[in-house]
């Protein structure tokens, strides 16, 4: 079942709006809050930094304080209402922790993903087996952990490829996270396969980036990180960037711009997507399909 536009991604866009509106009308956050009889200016803070779920009564407020025209006001209206969805929603996305909601939340809805990973192949393109393995592995570090609910989480971000109207996927892999690393060797058999088999379709780009090839010092990623686009442009691209804690979530036009020229650096460096077919094909040991030629291709 494919997922609406993701509430978590609505709320910024919803607080983006009404931040601009209220400047617009020259309204301090203590201005608006007494109009509206609010107890604090906290309310309305976390409404237009999007941290909370806004009430839709509240936003129908708003746009009286701002006396915002009919046309403008039903599009904003449409925004909070994918903004204000919740439990309903979320069911959708099954048993998950934090973590992995907040990767299902941003998915959802998406038009193109791209994801970076130095070390792991990423939870969209992992089979049960590695996945399982990975997640006991991380256990270890990060305490008390469902790792069968977590394998069941990622089968279920997962559907999100399969679905009949998929994003465009790019995974870009340090060569690294295509090779054993002590894994058991069918576990990494079988995942290299999965990967061979999900390159073949037309919405799924894999590219490695060989060892040695660089982006450039000034561009090169510190840490693993997924990349959003929307379909609705005004929504906001958003970049999640994995630390061994927590992620962090940037939205900011200027963050998320010097990801994007991280990504056309890595695309420049990493291998095209035959050469990494190749690549995986030979360290299965298995010789290499030919590609079906394009009918399309000048002779």
């Known amino acids: ?14 607080g983006v709006e009404l931040r601009r509106l209220r400047r617009r009308e020259s309204l301090t956050l203590e201005q608006v809050c007494t109009r ?11 409404i237009e930094l999007g941290q909370s779920r806004p009430d839709l009564a509240d936003v129908l407020d708003l746009l009286d304080v701002y006396e915002v025209p009919r046309h403008q006001r039903e599009d904003l209206i449409v925004i ?4 204000a969805t919740g ?5 959708t996305l099954g048993e998950m922790g934090e973590r992995q909601r907040a990767y299902a939340e941003l998915e959802a809805g998406a038009e193109r993903i791209v994801e ?5 192949v990423p939870g969209l393109l992992q089979t049960p087996a590695y996945a399982r393995l990975r997640v006991s592995a991380g256990a270890s570090f990060a305490g008390e952990v469902d790792v069968e609910a977590d394998v069941r989480a990622r089968a279920v971000r997962q559907e999100l490829l ?3 109207d998929p994003p465009h996927y790019t995974a870009l892999l340090d060569e690294r996270a295509c090779e054993p690393d002590g894994l058991p060797a069918e576990v990494w058999r079988e995942q290299t396969r999965r990967l061979l088999a999900l390159a073949e379709r037309p919405h799924i780009t894999l590219r490695v980036v060989p060892r040695g090839a660089s982006p450039g010092d000034d561009l090169h990623p510190l840490a693993p990180f997924s990349y ?8 906001p691209r958003t970049v999640l960037v994995e630390t061994l804690t927590t992620d962090l979530r940037l939205v900011a036009e200027a963050d998320v711009a010097r990801y994007e020229q991280v990504i056309e650096r890595l695309l420049a460096a990493a291998l095209p ?17 030919p590609r079906p030629r394009d009918p399309h291709e000048l002779e």
């Open 273 to 289: 997507e035959e050469a990494t077919t190749e690549l995986l094909t030979r360290r299965l040991g298995v010789a290499p399909v």
């Open 1 to 14: 079942m494919a997922l609406s536009a993701s509430p978590v991604v609505r709320r910024v866009r919803l």
């Open 228 to 235: 959003y686009a929307y379909p609705d442009p005004d929504d």
């Open 36 to 46: 509206l009889g609010w107890a604090s200016t906290s309310k309305l803070s976390r």
């Open 162 to 164: 399969v679905r009949p």
């Open 87 to 91: 439990r309903g929603w979320s069911k």
């Open 80 to 83: 909070a209402r994918d903004a």
């Open 116 to 120: 970076y990973q130095p070390v792991l």
